[in-house]
Every structure is written in C-alpha cells, then in structure tokens.
C-alpha cells in the first residue's frame, strides 16, 4: 500500500516537473511578446 502511493507520489512529480516546464515556456513566450 504505502509502496504504490510512493509509485503515484513520484509519477505525480514527474508530470509536475513537466508541467511546471510547460508553464515557464509559456511565460518567457508572453514576456517575449510583451517585450515586442
């Protein structure tokens, strides 16, 4: 049991640290506009 939640923890971190990437793309591509 506190081994499978340990497997979701980390999958979830993975897809967070992904997501946290998209986020920062996005942001320095609307910093980039703005700049323009």
């Known amino acids: 049991m506190i081994a499978e ?3 979701v ?3 979830l971190g ?3 640290a ?3 990437r998209v986020i920062q793309a ?3 591509e ?3 506009d ?3």
């Open 18 to 20: 992904k997501i946290d």
């Open 9 to 11: 923890s980390n999958d």
């Open 34 to 36: 703005a700049a323009e």
């Open 5 to 7: 939640l340990d497997d």
């Open 14 to 16: 993975e897809k967070k």
């Open 26 to 28: 996005l942001m320095l």
């Open 30 to 32: 609307e910093n980039a």
